[in-house]
């Protein structure tokens, strides 16, 4: 079945610094790959998203390739600030088999230091 | 558009009794899904509806919960007896079209259960 896996966290990141949390996918079809983001006491909003291999998805300084070979979508940011501080969660909808379910990882929380 | 909406944002209920959440979904989207988050289980699909029929609710705990959608515009999530282990946030999302293509779920402020 799929499934996605997520760095372990909690993350904590002083302002300025490079962000990178990883995430890998197993799928038996062709998924379309996004993130997502939870901030405090809210729902969880698109972040950024590809829907094909070595499609770059970017939103809000973030990006994430769909790397089909190793089946990767690693999220990165060259500078995170403050208000960056949420639960990133990495997904996947398979084409072929899930229908029109999303399969989440179990997300990573990130704290940025000020 | 206001979003996806929810009701109540916080519910505080005692065991065995029965409890009722609402969901507004956007304008016009035909997909609406719930969920439940807890710390130890993460975030779990529990049924999706497409055009108002059910598609999948393989993953509703059992059969204390229930889902219906009635119309368009409207969907309810009921748990009864309700239980301590049913504390959770509930989140009620929508999109427009299939999310296999790509297209977004929208979600709601979520409903924060607690069962004492």
């Known amino acids: 079945g799929n499934s996605v896996t997520q760095m372990e966290g909690p993350v904590t990141l002083s302002e300025e610094a490079f962000l990178t949390i990883n995430c890998t996918y197993t799928a038996t079809g062709y998924p379309s790959l996004f993130w997502y983001v939870q901030y405090p006491g809210e729902g969880l909003q698109l972040l950024l998203k590809a829907t094909k291999a070595d499609d770059k998805g970017s939103n809000k300084g973030f990006e994430a390739t769909y790397r089909k070979e190793t089946t990767s979508f690693h999220l990165e940011k060259g500078s995170v600030q403050v208000s960056d501080s949420a639960v990133y969660f990495c997904a996947l909808s398979d084409r072929e088999t899930s229908g029109s379910r999303l399969t989440f990882g179990e997300g990573t929380q990130l704290t940025v230091n000020p | 558009d206001a979003g996806v909406i929810q009701s109540p944002r916080h519910e505080v209920t005692e065991m065995g009794q029965e409890v009722t959440l609402r969901c507004k979904p956007i304008s016009g989207h035909d997909y609406l899904f719930w969920y439940r988050q807890t710390m130890m289980r993460g975030l779990e699909l529990l049924i999706y509806?497409?055009?108002?029929?059910?598609?999948?609710d393989s993953g509703m705990p059992e059969d204390r919960f229930s889902a219906k959608m009635p119309n368009a515009s409207f969907s309810t999530l009921k748990i009864q007896p309700s239980e301590p282990r049913d504390s959770a946030v509930y989140f009620c999302a929508s999109s427009l079209g299939t999310v296999r293509y790509g297209n977004e779920q929208f979600f709601g402020p979520g409903t924060r259960l607690t069962v004492l």
């Open positions: 509806f497409n055009n108002n029929v059910p598609i999948d």
